[in-house]
């Protein structure tokens, strides 16, 4: 069982930053695909970023390209996501998730809110 657990979110303006982190339970947190997903409300919930363990790639949602990286720290447990000129779009629940195969994502955290005001 892997626990996962978001921190970082917040209330910023249009145009700032946040840094969002999730830290991960287990040793092996080095094979583990670290997504990042968000939810806003009434929508469903979306894939934002992911960091993949086999090819060491990462990728984006179009949505967010150029403006949010995913990094990760395999010494920390860490996987993060930094998020530049903010929108209010991105005003959600953002999820971090693990996988260790496959294309589904088989551990979530709880959630962490942001919201951006414009």
């Known amino acids: 069982q892997v626990q996962l657990v978001e921190s970082g979110g917040g209330l910023v303006q249009v145009g700032g930053s946040l840094k969002l982190s999730c830290v991960a339970s287990?040793?092996?947190?080095?094979?583990?695909?670290m997504g990042w997903f968000r939810q806003a409300p009434g929508k469903e919930r979306e894939f934002v970023a992911a960091d993949n363990r086999i090819d060491g790639r990462t990728s984006y949602a179009d949505s967010v390209k150029g403006r949010f990286t995913i990094s990760r720290d395999n010494t920390k447990n860490t996987v993060y996501l930094l998020m530049n000129s903010l929108k209010p779009e991105d005003t959600a629940v953002y999820y971090c998730a693990a996988r260790v195969g496959g294309l589904l994502y088989d551990y979530w955290g709880q959630g962490t809110q942001v919201t951006v005001s414009s």
């Open positions: 287990g040793r092996i947190f080095s094979r583990y695909t």
